[in-house]
Each structure stands twice: as structure tokens, then as C-alpha cells.
């Protein structure tokens, strides 16, 4: 009988299109090492780990693991946004009880900040009541968020490279509309994700690096009214005759009937009206400088799931971090989250290294206000700098079969089932009142 510990692998948060590839690079080096029994996938996150619904990972034909570069969000063993708070102490419980009955020795989460936290309260929980397991986590998060406004502890996160790309093609595309129809349809609102920090409206400025298109990018952080959103457009209307606004989901507006996750976080895309229809409502019943109306376009899921716009940079460090965990996880070394780090030169390339999770549990980054513009209303040179060796240069060439993508699926290999069912604790109760 094996005296290996086996590995619990689970992903958590809103998908990106290259999460998968950073669980492939964790699966594929974790198959390598002389310590790591079994790799299991926890189906849906935390959540998987609570139900005890554990795929077998190790034992998955090897194409299916190798379609995970090509297979975007998180359609694979799932993902959750379920977090472990401090009161839920039957949850906690529940995780050691599964650990043990699956001989459980490393604890790998892949997610954003919120997801560095559960991973930071396992690792510090199983150090508490002295059980020997390994707590690593790895990052993802389309918004850019995780880490310090330094970049010292991570320079960008796998995820945001390829929205960013998204991004970039979409403003082209649409810049094309805009010039062809802009005497019926002067102005488009566009809305981009990043609840607080502008890292993804941001992007739609490497799709004109020259400044040559008449673009407005609004993000969290830009200090402006809607009337003086209004006044700029109309200034840019007289100037150009035409204007595309890209907005941040988290732009103040007001009230917009926002609905909460269960990370406490807005879930903008739940909210009863969206932050594009406000300002074009606004927009068309203040008037415009020229005839015609704004209309505007709101992305959606699709800006984290675009496959087609994946970057091939990010697609290639998604996969490395995946392995740096790995090697975090077989070497011991808990307690922290594999990391890409810049390394100085004008030639972009990184290495791999790793943070402390009590650094980066529940950070959150922000945008470098010395890389908003005076107006309030762009980003600099200096932004554009950082964020465009993130694309690649070409496109991402995907496996088709009669014209359909192929995409990873997994066999259903759960693992046996040896303790009673469990509701989360979170699903059948509130927390305590204070």
C-alpha cells in the first residue's frame, strides 16, 4: 500500500480563460513527483471538498489534461464562491474529516484574493490541531487585483492578460462600427468588468496606443461626475463628431439595484439595471452635441471565457504557476501562492517565485493613480507600457473538430464516498448575529 499523500486540487471564484491551464501545469507536475499520490479535483471548490465530490485527476486519460490549455473558465471540475468564515467551524471540521478519510497531504486553491484566504485558513488550521497537510495557493483573477501596488509580490495575475487581449480586439472592432455608422450612432458605451480597480476598461487603450481614436475610458478610480462625463463626450462629439466611452461595471453612478455574492462582493451583471444604461440614458436625455443617439454594449461572462482571445503569454505562465504550486506543494513549503514576478530589462520575461499567503489573502491591488491621466478619464503611456508584452503577438490556435472547439471532458472518476453527506454549513444556516 502506497504511503503517499494524495493532493486535493480545487478552483474557486469567477473563471478566466486560462485557469484551466494552471490546473493542468499543477496536475502534469504533480504526476512527476516521488511524493504526491493521487491528484484529486474538488468538484466545484470548497464546496466539492465539503460534499466529498473528489475527481480523479491521476488516473484521466492523458489528452483530456492536455485539452485543459485550450478549455476555458472553469467547465472542468468547477468552481464556487462559497467562502469559509470564521464562524463556520462545522465546515472546518468537515474539511479535516475529509482530508483524513482521503489520506489528504496537500491542499492546492486556485483563485483570486478571496480564495488565498481559504487557502490561508487551511493551511493555518491543519498547522493548529496538528494534521500534516500542505496549503498552497495559486493565482487567478481577470480583474488584477491580488498582491501590492509594488508588484513585488506578484506582477500580474494569470487571467488578466488574456481579457486584457479581449479587450484590445473588441475596441478595434468596435471603432470600426462607430466610424461607419456614427451619423445615426454617434456614441457607444461600452462596459467592461472590475467591480473596484480599472486594470480591464484600462485595456482599451492597447487597442490605439497612438491615441488616434476618439476614446473615453472611465474606470473606478476616475474622479467624475455624469455631468462631466456628459461634457466630455460632448466636447469629443465636437471635436471628432464621434466617441466610444468604456466604462468600469464599478464606474459611480448611483444606485443600480446591486445584489451581492457570497463573498460580499457586487455582482454586476445580477444588478436590476446596468452602470452602460445609466450614462447612455444619460447621455441621450441631456443631449448630444451632434444628431443622433448613444447606444451602448454590455460584455458579459464572455470577457473571462473568450477562448479565441486567450494571449499566448498568459496561456504559457498559467501553465508555470500551476507547476510552481506543485513544487510548493512537494517540497512542503506551505503557506504560500506561486508567483510571477518581472524580471528588469527592456526584453519582457518573468520567473517564478512565491508569497506568503497571510500577504496576499483578502489584498487588494490598486491601480497606480500616477498611470490615470490628468483628465481623469486615460490611462498613460506608462500603463500601456506594463500591459502590452501580456498579449503576445498572434493568435491562439485551437484543436476543432468538424468546425467545433474540442474542449477537455473528464471522465466522472469519483473518488468512494466514506463519510455521511454534508450540507455546507453556510447553505442551511445564517451567521451569528453580534
Given at each position: 500500500m502506497s504511503t503517499k499523500k494524495n493532493l486535493i486540487v480545487a478552483q474557486s471564484g469567477g473563471p478566466s480563460p486560462v485557469i484551466n491551464n494552471t490546473l493542468r501545469g499543477l496536475v502534469e507536475a504533480a504526476l512527476q513527483t516521488d511524493n504526491i499520490g493521487t491528484v484529486y479535483g474538488a468538484h466545484h471548490g470548497i464546496e466539492g471538498v465539503l460534499k466529498e465530490e473528489l475527481i480523479n485527476l491521476t488516473d484521466q486519460p492523458a489528452e483530456e489534461i492536455s485539452l485543459l490549455r485550450y478549455t476555458p473558465a472553469a467547465g472542468s471540475i468547477g468552481t464556487c464562491r462559497y467562502k469559509l468564515k470564521d464562524w463556520q467551524n462545522e465546515d472546518f471540521d468537515r474539511c479535516i474529516e475529509v482530508f483524513k478519510a482521503h489520506n489528504i497531504g496537500y491542499f492546492v486553491y486556485i483563485g483570486g484574493n478571496d480564495s488565498m484566504d481559504t487557502a490561508n485558513k487551511i493551511a493555518k488550521m491543519a498547522q493548529d490541531r496538528g494534521l500534516?497537510?500542505?496549503?498552497?495557493?495559486?493565482?487567478?483573477t481577470i480583474d488584477n487585483d491580488v498582491g501590492d501596488s509594488e508588484f513585488k509580490l506578484i506582477d500580474h495575475t494569470p487571467g488578466y492578460a488574456s481579457t486584457a487581449k479581449y479587450w484590445m480586439h473588441m475596441i478595434q472592432y468596435a471603432n470600426e462600427e462607430n466610424r461607419g455608422s456614427c451619423p445615426a450612432d454617434p456614441v457607444l458605451v461600452m462596459q467592461a468588468m472590475g467591480r473596484k480597480i480599472g486594470y480591464i476598461p484600462a485595456a482599451a487603450r492597447l487597442a490605439d496606443p497612438k491615441r488616434e481614436m476618439p476614446l473615453q475610458i472611465y474606470m473606478a478610480e476616475s474622479p467624475c461626475s455624469l455631468e462631466e462625463l456628459h461634457e466630455n463626450v460632448n466636447k469629443q462629439l465636437r471635436e471628432d463628431g464621434r466617441c466610444i466611452v468604456v466604462l468600469s461595471e464599478g464606474f459611480d453612478v448611483g444606485d443600480i439595484g446591486a445584489r451581492k455574492d457570497s463573498f460580499g462582493h457586487t455582482s454586476f451583471s445580477a444588478s436590476s439595471i446596468t452602470v452602460a444604461q445609466i450614462v447612455t440614458n444619460y447621455l441621450n436625455e441631456n443631449g448630444l452635441a451632434v444628431k443622433g443617439a448613444a447606444r451602448c454594449n454590455v460584455s458579459g461572462t464572455d470577457q473571462r471565457h473568450a477562448m479565441a482571445y486567450a494571449s499566448s503569454v498568459d496561456l504559457d505562465e498559467a501553465y508555470h504557476?500551476?507547476?510552481?504550486?506543485?513544487?510548493?506543494?512537494?517540497?512542503?513549503?506551505?503557506?504560500y501562492m506561486s508567483t510571477i514576478l518581472r524580471n528588469e530589462g527592456d526584453?519582457?520575461?518573468?520567473?517564478?517565485?512565491?508569497?506568503?499567503?497571510?500577504?496576499?489573502?483578502?489584498?487588494?491591488?490598486?491601480?497606480?493613480?500616477?498611470?490615470?491621466?490628468?483628465?481623469?478619464?486615460?490611462?498613460?503611456?506608462?500603463?500601456?507600457k506594463y500591459a502590452k508584452p501580456l498579449l503576445g503577438e498572434g493568435m491562439v490556435s485551437l484543436p476543432m473538430i468538424d468546425g467545433r472547439q474540442r474542449m477537455t471532458r473528464l471522465e466522472p472518476m469519483f473518488a468512494e464516498q466514506k463519510l455521511p453527506a454534508y450540507v455546507p454549513q453556510a447553505d442551511r444556516q445564517e451567521a451569528p448575529k453580534k
Open positions: 500534516d497537510l500542505v496549503g498552497i495557493g495559486g493565482p487567478k504557476a500551476g507547476e510552481m504550486a506543485a513544487v510548493l506543494a512537494s517540497t512542503g513549503q506551505s503557506g526584453v519582457y520575461s518573468v520567473r517564478y517565485d512565491k508569497a506568503p499567503l497571510s500577504e496576499v489573502a483578502n489584498s487588494e491591488r490598486t491601480f497606480p493613480k500616477e498611470w490615470i491621466t490628468a483628465n481623469g478619464y486615460d490611462v498613460t503611456d506608462e500603463f500601456v
